[in-house]
């Protein structure tokens, strides 16, 4: 069977992205900062499809250790998902630089680190896929609201880098694609978001599952339409 890693997998899409991959027969290897925490993905891990290894995507030194595991064997799906929001901002002169560091730091170039350090183990695969979670608020044409500078930026310049790493991979048969997931009633999402988790992450594996290189370097919402950068 396909084996994928899944990074953020203690709550939220991370862990229902466990919760689906596992049940349909994948070999599963889910990442958290704090394993000791995440309950509800180590019941997960009883099951015997899923090996639950921690990581900080914002430490750098962990993510390099990463490739060094026998935990991660070959891959066929990278799927970073780990982010974070970071602290909202009433006005401009209000801004937190050094939380917007931080995000950036986590969603920016954390996904970035991941899929560099463990680009042998996707080259030893077959699937040779790597999907990131990136979120509409990145893009640029499709904000008419202002506000929320550090995620809106991370998320931006997530996809910008993401475009290129898909470029330069794309010699080599990977397919490398930015999802959209909806706004989903997750701890991040609120609970006035229209989608339920176990919805969107349904939505989302399929669209993973109709990708092809053809494909890499889109991004792309839930249901696989094209969204504008």
């Known amino acids: 069977m396909p084996t994928v890693l899944i990074t953020g997998s203690n709550r939220g ?8 991959y596992a049940a349909a027969g994948w070999t599963v290897v889910a990442t958290a900062r704090e394993p000791g925490r995440a309950d509800a993905l180590r019941a997960l891990a009883r099951g015997g499809r899923v090996t639950v290894i921690p990581l900080d995507v914002g430490d750098a030194g962990a993510v390099a250790a990463l490739a060094g595991t026998t935990a991660v064997p070959a891959l066929d799906l990278l799927i970073n998902n780990a982010g974070v929001y970071g602290a909202e901002s009433a006005t401009p002169e209000s801004l937190d630089f050094v939380d917007w560091q931080r995000v950036l730091d ?15 183990r996707l080259r030893a695969g077959r699937g040779r896929t790597v999907v990131t979670i990136t979120s509409q608020m990145g893009s640029i044409a499709d904000n008419r609201s202002g506000g929320y500078y550090a995620y809106r930026s991370s998320k931006a310049a997530l996809n910008a880098a993401m475009r290129s790493l898909a470029l330069d ?25 229209p989608m339920a988790i176990s919805d969107s992450i349904a939505a989302l594996r399929r669209t993973i599952d109709g990708l092809t290189p053809a494909k890499s370097g889109k991004f792309l919402n839930y249901d696989g339409r094209e969204l504008p950068w």
């Open 106 to 120: 986590i969603n920016t170039l954390g996904p970035l680190r991941v899929s560099l350090a463990l680009l042998g």
């Open 169 to 193: 991979l794309r010699p080599e048969g990977f397919t490398v694609a930015l999802l959209h997931p909806g706004w989903v009633r997750t701890d991040m999402g609120g609970p006035a978001a």
């Open 13 to 20: 899409l991370g862990l229902e992205f466990v919760r689906q």
